[in-house]
């Protein structure tokens, strides 16, 4: 669907350095937005024994996908080589959604806008969500 | 019909009694067009909006931008009969403007965004809930008229 242009890719990594040290943060923040404003997606932590926005589990898991995040910036130059790995957990361990990427990735957005008002600018905006929905489109790679 | 709880409606009037209309609609429009340009297919009597910059600085859209958030007032008075504040709004956007109802969605996640921008720390999950809940009511009430 979309593909990253120079300017998109240097955004990118320019907003990233700005915010990346709150990387947990925004992680948690954004994973708790998504349980409790949709609350469909809590059907893939069912095992979990506290879904609450800033419980234990809900910080743990913001964290990891965070990590899945400056991963995919440091290889936004071919990001379904570079997250091959994560998509194979996606497709066959995982089988979350596809549309569920979409929903944490507006919820990432929200989070970003909410602590860092200055630096989401419209133009940062339109380069993160496409962004966010190339690495959704690279996790989607091997679902089918 | 939707329920709301009292904290809910009272999240939703402090929302809008609280809001700088001239302030947060130009920015959610311009935000709109910049991010989603297709959204720019309806504003082809608007000037230039060649560019970002250009997009910002445009009075037409500025004005546009106060004129589509006011509409959400009509929500916050009817909140108990959303659906049927609409229709007349709803039958418009369909057979006058052809306003696909996707852009709806896309508008008011742009307005969430520039709210969350706009109200730090102070939107909280609780209020993004309420906040979002209302918009799906609205763009599912703005979407309902059309055949």
Not at chain 1, 130 to 144: D, G, M, P, T
Request: with cysteine.
């Amino acid at each position: 669907m979309t593909t990253l242009s120079d300017k998109d890719k240097s955004t990118v990594k320019a907003l990233w350095g700005k915010i990346s040290k709150s990387a947990d943060a925004i992680g948690a923040d954004a994973l708790g937005r998504m349980l409790a404003v949709y609350p469909q997606t809590k059907t893939y932590f069912s095992h979990w024994p506290d879904m609450s926005p800033g419980s234990g589990p809900v910080k743990a898991h913001g964290k990891k996908v965070m990590g899945g995040v400056a991963l995919a910036v440091s290889k936004i130059d071919d990001l379904t080589t570079g997250l091959g790995d994560l998509s194979e957990l996606h497709a066959f361990k995982m089988r979350v959604d596809p549309s569920n990427f979409k929903i944490l990735s507006h919820c990432i957005l929200v989070v970003v806008a909410k602590m860092f008002p200055k630096e989401f600018t419209p133009d940062a905006h339109v380069s993160l969500d496409k962004f966010l929905a190339s690495v959704a489109l690279a996790l989607a790679e091997r679902y089918r | 019909m939707v329920e709301w709880t009292q904290q809910e409606r009272s999240i939703i009037a402090g929302i809008f009694a609280n809001l700088n209309y001239e302030d947060i609609g130009p920015k959610a429009l311009a935000r709109c067009l910049i991010v989603y340009p297709w959204t720019q297919r309806y504003f082809g009597a608007y000037g230039d909006l060649s560019t970002p910059d250009a997009i910002k600085g445009n009075a037409k859209i500025a004005a546009h931008g106060v004129k589509v958030l006011h509409g959400l007032d009509r929500a916050v008075k009817n909140m108990d009969n959303i659906n049927e504040a609409y229709s007349e709004l709803s039958v418009l956007h369909s057979d006058k403007l052809h306003v696909d109802p996707d852009n709806f969605r896309i508008l008011g996640d742009c307005l969430t965004v520039v709210i969350a921008a706009n109200l730090g720390d102070a939107f909280t999950v609780e209020t993004q809930c309420a906040f979002q809940k209302f918009l799906a009511v609205v763009v599912f009430a703005l979407g309902r008229k059309y055949h």
